[in-house]
C-alpha cells in the first residue's frame, strides 16, 4: 500500500479561503517534507522537517511525528496557490518517498 | 538562485532510441545528486542517489531503464533506454542521504514524450 498517504485528491477554492491538506505515513517516521509542484511541473520546497508547527507566509504546516501525520494550512488563498502540494518522507537508506499529491485549484 | 541546471529540458524520443540527460550542480554546498522520475500519473519516485566521481547504478523500472553516472562532483547524467511511456526526470540535490538528506532541491526537470 501507498506508505505516504494525501488527502483530498483534489481541493478547489474561491479565493480568499482557507484550506487544510493532510498527509498520514503507514511506518514510523524520522523527518518529512513539504513541496509545492506549480502547474508548469517545477518543485518547490515549503517545510522541511517541520516538527510542531512552523509558519510561512500564509502557509502553516503542523507535524506531529509520532503520530506520523502533518497538515498543511493555507489561509486567504490567491490564484497563485493553484497547483499541486506534495508530502515526503526521508527515508534511512534511499531517497524520499513522496505521496500523491493534493491538487488545488483557486478561483477568483 | 538555480542550483541545478538540467538538460535537456523536452525531448520527442523515438521508440526503441536511448536519449541521455544531463545535469549540472551550481552549489558544491549539497553534493549528494540524485534522480527522481514523475510518471504519467504523477507520481513522483526516487531512482538513484549518487555521491562521488565515477559512481554508477543500473535499474530496471515499469516503462524503462536507467543507467545513471555521477561524471564530476558538478555533473550528473542519466541514460534512459527502451522508454515505453512518457515520463519526467527530475535532478536533484542534497546535503546529505538517506536520513540526513536535509533539504531537498530540485531541478526544472527533463519531460520525455515517445514517439
Known amino acids: 500500500g501507498q506508505q505516504v498517504q494525501q488527502s483530498p485528491a483534489s481541493l478547489v477554492l474561491q479565493e480568499g479561503e482557507n484550506a487544510e491538506l493532510q498527509c498520514n505515513f503507514s511506518?514510523?517516521?524520522?523527518?518529512m517534507q513539504w513541496f509545492y509542484q506549480r502547474p508548469g511541473g517545477s518543485l518547490v520546497s515549503l517545510f522541511y522537517?517541520?516538527?510542531g508547527t512552523k509558519h510561512s507566509g500564509r502557509l502553516t504546516s503542523t507535524t506531529v511525528i509520532k503520530e506520523r501525520r502533518s497538515s498543511l494550512h493555507i489561509s486567504s488563498s490567491q490564484t497563485t496557490d493553484s497547483g499541486t502540494y506534495l508530502c515526503?518522507?526521508?527515508?534511512?537508506?534511499?531517497?524520499?518517498?513522496f505521496g500523491l499529491g493534493t491538487r488545488v485549484s483557486v478561483f477568483p | 538562485v538555480t542550483l541545478l541546471e538540467q538538460n535537456p529540458r523536452w525531448r520527442l524520443v523515438p521508440r526503441g532510441q536511448a536519449v541521455n540527460l544531463r545535469c549540472i550542480l551550481k552549489?558544491?554546498?549539497?553534493?549528494?545528486m540524485s534522480w527522481y522520475q514523475q510518471d504519467l500519473q504523477k507520481q513522483l519516485q526516487w531512482l538513484f542517489t549518487?555521491?562521488?566521481?565515477?559512481?554508477?547504478?543500473v535499474k530496471s523500472l515499469p516503462g524503462a531503464d536507467y543507467l545513471a553516472t555521477r561524471v564530476t562532483d558538478t555533473e550528473l547524467r542519466l541514460q534512459v533506454a527502451n522508454m515505453s511511456q512518457g515520463r519526467t526526470l527530475y535532478c536533484t540535490c542534497?546535503?546529505?542521504?538517506?536520513?540526513?538528506?536535509?533539504?531537498?532541491?530540485f531541478g526544472e526537470g527533463s519531460k520525455l514524450t515517445v514517439l
Open positions: 542534497s546535503a546529505g542521504q538517506g536520513a540526513n538528506t536535509g533539504q531537498l532541491y
Open positions: 511506518t514510523s517516521l524520522n523527518s
Open positions: 522537517n517541520p516538527s
Open positions: 515526503a518522507r526521508n527515508n534511512y537508506a534511499q531517497g524520499l518517498t
Open positions: 552549489n558544491s554546498q549539497y553534493p549528494w
Open positions: 549518487l555521491r562521488s566521481p565515477g559512481d554508477k547504478e
